[in-house]
């Protein structure tokens, strides 16, 4: 049966904590809606009514341009192991760069992956149930992230990873700025 709380309880803490990805959705307030997939070890529950999570150099920097224009945002949890459930968590998060203050104390939270770029801090407002029975059951075979995308990033080095924000992540697709080297107008 569906639940709706405005809050996680252990068992939703439980749940978060063994899923090995969770999906990422934002938009703003014109343009695409974007769903992007996350996994490494990277994601903390701060509280019963806050989560973070650590953002790798990827392709595009679309949260961080949606949040800057829209503080909106769901993650989405799916069982691909055991008991089949779907929980989503909704509420307004922030971007943290590795330029604000706030960055050394969250980063030292999580491993240190080359490439790091974000750090979006949700506060929850709805977390919600469905029965999850549509996803199929699957095993993980290997973490790509830890494989491919993060020794990329570590061969790249600073230098290198500046220069692909530049070419890659400064502007989302619909045109809007990230942030990624300065504050944006929101």
Not at 29 to 38: A, E, H, W, Y
Request: charged share 25%; proline share 4%.
């Amino acid at each position: 049966m569906a639940l709706q709380t405005d809050k996680l309880n252990r068992s939703f803490r439980t749940f978060i904590e063994d899923q090995f990805m969770f999906f990422v959705a934002t938009a703003a307030p014109t343009g695409r809606v974007n769903m992007s997939p996350k996994g490494l070890d990277s994601l903390r529950i701060l509280s019963d009514t806050k989560i973070i999570w650590l953002n790798v150099t990827g392709s595009g920097n679309e949260t961080a341009a949606h949040i800057a224009k829209d503080p909106r945002m769901t993650l989405m949890f799916s069982s691909f192991l055991g008991d089949a459930l779907t929980l989503r968590v909704y509420g307004t998060a922030k971007v943290i760069h590795p330029r604000d203050d706030d960055w050394a104390d969250l980063y030292a939270l999580f491993p240190d992956y080359a490439g790091a770029r974000n750090i979006f801090v949700l506060d929850i407002n709805l977390v919600t149930t469905s029965c999850g029975t549509s996803v199929p059951e699957m095993t993980l075979k290997r973490s790509r992230a830890e494989t491919d995308l993060e020794p990329h990033y570590a061969a790249l080095g600073p230098k290198g990873v500046d220069a692909y924000w530049t070419r890659k992540n400064v502007k989302s697709i619909d045109g809007f700025d990230t942030g990624i080297f300065s504050d944006v107008d929101g």
